[in-house]
């Protein structure tokens, strides 16, 4: 169940409207509750550059807010960006209380609560505040982490396979699966495969039939420089390209030629260290990514990346899509590797979720180590 009050939730669920439009801001929503009890006013943050929560609120809400109390889903900003700080605002609208569900890490941000607070408002801070930060997991890991939110994503079969014993995995689930996977892809700022992938399905790597949706940066980890001219993700003719740029990262040893080729078709070539021969170290990479600004990437490679991931300690959250069929066999399932020989040592997963989706079961957790040192860095006290 939410521990979060009932305007706060509906602050939440208004944050949720502009998923995948917000960036680099974090989403944001706001509920005023006039001194008589009553909601008045409501608001989200559109997209960066716009107003934020707040001020839609208190424009909602007018002459209600005087004497009101402001429910927003971050703490109000002190700074003057490309819009005025949140707290004049607030202040000028005459409201009593403000309660917000985190504290802001930005450092520029940061501070309004305390603002607030001298200026004579009641300021209450932590209520829905691990909702919040699940709505946000991305711009907090890199603020405070300064490297991007890592979620895993696999279709499954009902007996746990990724493919067919013939290499088939194309399209294990239905229709609805399908285009909430478009939605996750345009919610995320970077979309990540590894080479085995592109070679096996050549994909677009771009969100497809959602209305207003956006393309991910689109990542290929091929240390060895195997890529090919051709394929889709460098493929200008077949997609918006120029709106979903590809980054093509390899170890040291790839050559000017190819480098070259990737640039001819759109994309860009960064080279990291090795881990070990023949494996990108995928701390760096990550690292280069939050360097671009990027908060979240989704990896929809196969079992070995993923199993790269977990066995780096990179992994963040797990999405799976379970499909009602059963596949048999020594077919692959979805995370590889060498497998843990006790199961103490299992990474554990926690504030798991399950959703229908047609026939399809959708299911969400977080990896338990990564969301119990997040929220130690963000939740309140």
Known sequence: MSSASAPMREALRWARRAIGRTHPNPLVGAVIVSAAGA????????????????????QQAGALARGGTLYVTLEPCRH????????DAIRAAGLARVVYALPDPHAAA??????????????????????????????????????PWVLLKSAVSADGKVASVAGQSKYLTGPAALADVHRLRSAADAIL????????????????????????????????????PSARVLNPREQRWAGAPTLVYTGHGTTPQFERQVFSRGGEVVQVDESEPGRLNLAAVLADLGERGLYTVLVEGGPTIHAAFITAGLADAWRAYWAPLLLGGPAPGPVGGAGVAQLQ??????????????????WDAYFEVSWKELASRCLPD
């Open 110 to 147: 940061a501070g309004g609560g305390e603002v607030l607070r001298r200026a004579g408002l009641a300021v209450e801070v932590g209520d829905g505040a691990e909702e919040a930060l699940e709505q946000n997991a991305g711009y907090f890991s890199w603020t405070v982490r300064r490297r």
């Open 193 to 228: 495969v590894g080479i085995g992938t592109v070679l096996a399905d050549d994909p677009l790597l771009t969100c497809r039939g959602i209305r207003g949706g956006r393309d991910p940066v689109r990542v290929v980890l091929d240390s060895a420089g195997r890529l090919a």
């Open 39 to 58: 909601p008045v006013g409501r608001g989200y943050h559109h997209r960066a550059g716009e107003p934020h929560a707040e001020v839609l609120a208190i």
């Open 80 to 87: 003057t960006g490309r819009t005025p700080p949140c707290t």
């Open 345 to 362: 040592d299992a990474p554990r997963l926690a504030k798991s979720r399950m959703v229908r989706l047609g026939p399809d079961v959708r």
